[in-house]
């Protein structure tokens, strides 16, 4: 019974080749928000919370999707700035927010100004939705080396 169930799960996890090939279309005409963006959640180096990059739900590619968070992240250039598309995005959020998936949205320019702020909202948006315990080497009470154990 073991096995055809871990066959039908391939068959389920398994992709379109259309889809696959238009995923790594994105994925190499990515935009320099996108880059960056990937540079800090690429390999589980965002407190080893796995992203995916251009995952395909139902009819859409998502940016940057966490599954164990369920969080999508999208990088938007200026175009998203135009009414048909603003549109087009909450008609998309609605679609993922029905899915379960939670949607953040940050400006290229955003990325560029503000670092520190985007990384603090993707860190508590992904605490909110699947909690990591930090590292050891984070914690407040661990103690340095040299400081008195006793206290």
């Known amino acids: 019974m073991r096995e055809s169930r871990k066959n039908h799960l391939a068959i389920v996890l398994k992709q379109h080749p259309k889809t696959t090939r238009l995923a790594r279309s994105l994925r190499e005409r990515e935009t320099w928000g996108e880059r960056?963006?990937?540079s800090w959640l690429r390999d589980k180096r965002f407190s080893e919370y796995k992203f995916r990059r251009q995952h395909p739900v139902g009819p859409h590619f998502l940016d940057?999707?966490?599954?164990?968070a369920k969080l999508n992240i999208e990088v938007d250039g200026s175009q998203h700035g135009l009414p048909e598309?603003?549109?087009?995005?909450?008609?998309?959020d609605a679609f993922l927010a029905g899915q379960g998936i939670k949607t953040l949205r940050f400006w290229n320019g955003r990325l560029r100004r503000e670092k520190e702020i985007v990384r603090d909202i993707i860190w508590r948006a992904l605490q909110e939705r699947a909690p990591h315990p930090l590292p050891d080497y984070c914690s407040p009470t661990r103690r340095g080396a040299g400081e008195n154990k006793s206290l």
């Open 85 to 92: 598309n603003q549109i087009a995005d909450a008609e998309r």
């Open 36 to 38: 960056v963006m990937w």
């Open 64 to 68: 940057f999707f966490c599954i164990e």
